[in-house]
Antibody, heavy 122, light 110 residues
Framework: QLQLLESGPGLVKPSETLSLTCTVSRESVRSSSYYWGWIRQPPGKGLEWIGS???????YYNPSLKSRVTISADTSKNDISLRLTSVTVTDTAVYYCGQYRGPSTGYGIDVWGQGITVIVSS | QSALTQPASVSGSPGQSLTISCSGSSSDIGLYNFVSWYQHHPGQAPKLLIYDVSTRPPGVSFRFSGSKSGSSASLTISGLQAEDEAVYYCSSYTTISTLVFGGGTKLTVL
C-alpha cells in the first residue's frame, strides 16, 4: 500500500526558506492521474491546502501562498518537495503530504503522511 | 480563495444522529460535486470519510453519509459513538483548480 513520509528540518529561522521532502513508497510519482499535495495545520487552527503537483508536472498553488511556494517532483528519488520562502512565525505548522486521484475520487485526499512539525523561530 | 464555512463545534450523545454543515460558494461547492469530508483525531493524519459529496471509501462506516444542496454540503453521523469525537473538515475543488478546506468542526460526544 502507498506510503508517504515527510522529512526536513523541524526549525527554520524567520525570512529563511522552509524545505520539506515527501518520500513516496510503493508507488511512482509518475503514476498516471495522481496528484501529490501539501497541506498544513497551524497550531490551534484548521487544515490549509498549500498546493499540489500532477503526475504530468503541472502545479497548482493556494493563491494566498503562490508567490512563496514551489512544489516539485524528483522522479529519480521518487519524492515530492515543498519550498516555502520568506517564512514567518505564521508558517509554523504541522505539514502533511497527501495523494489524491483527481476527479475519479472527487479530489479526496485518501493517503496522508504522518505529518512533520515545523517551527519558525529565531 | 475563501475557506469554506463550518460551525466551530457540535455535540451529541451516544446513539444520536447529528449533521455538520459546510457552506461554500458558486466557485466551489456550488459548481462541483467534488466535496470531501475528513475526520481528524489529534496527533494522527486526517482520514478521508466521504468524497464526491456522498461516496464512502472502502472501510468507512456506513454511519457516515454526505449530501449537498446548492453551495452547501453536509455530513451526517448516525448512531454517534465515543470514537467519533474528533475534528471534521469539509473540502471542495474550486474553479481555479485548487482545493479549499473548511475551518473544521469539533465534535464532542457527551
Amino acid at each position: 500500500q502507498l506510503q508517504l513520509l515527510e522529512s526536513g528540518p523541524g526549525l527554520v529561522k524567520p525570512s529563511e526558506t522552509l524545505s520539506l521532502t515527501c518520500t513516496v513508497s510503493r508507488e511512482s510519482v509518475r503514476s498516471s492521474s495522481y496528484y501529490w499535495g501539501w497541506i498544513r495545520q497551524p497550531p490551534g487552527k484548521g487544515l490549509e491546502w498549500i498546493g499540489s503537483i500532477y503526475y504530468s508536472g503541472n502545479t497548482y498553488y493556494n493563491p494566498s501562498l503562490k508567490s512563496r511556494v514551489t512544489i516539485s517532483a524528483d522522479t529519480s528519488k521518487n519524492d515530492i518537495s515543498l519550498r516555502l520562502t520568506s517564512v514567518t512565525v505564521t508558517d509554523t505548522a504541522v505539514y502533511y503530504c497527501g495523494q489524491y486521484r483527481g476527479p475519479s475520487t472527487g479530489y479526496g485526499i485518501d493517503v496522508w503522511g504522518q505529518g512533520i512539525t515545523v517551527i519558525v523561530s529565531s | 480563495q475563501s475557506a469554506l464555512t463550518q460551525p466551530a463545534s457540535v455535540s451529541g450523545s451516544p446513539g444520536q444522529s447529528l449533521t455538520i454543515s459546510c457552506s461554500g460558494s458558486s466557485s466551489d461547492i456550488g459548481l462541483y460535486n467534488f466535496v470531501s469530508w475528513y475526520q481528524h483525531h489529534p496527533g494522527q493524519a486526517p482520514k478521508l470519510l466521504i468524497y464526491d459529496v456522498s461516496t464512502r471509501p472502502p472501510g468507512v462506516s456506513f454511519r457516515f453519509s454526505g449530501s449537498k444542496s446548492g453551495s452547501s454540503a453536509s455530513l451526517t453521523i448516525s448512531g454517534l459513538q465515543a470514537e467519533d469525537e474528533a475534528v471534521y473538515y469539509c473540502s471542495s475543488y474550486t474553479t481555479i483548480s485548487t482545493l479549499v478546506f473548511g475551518g473544521g468542526t469539533k465534535l464532542t460526544v457527551l
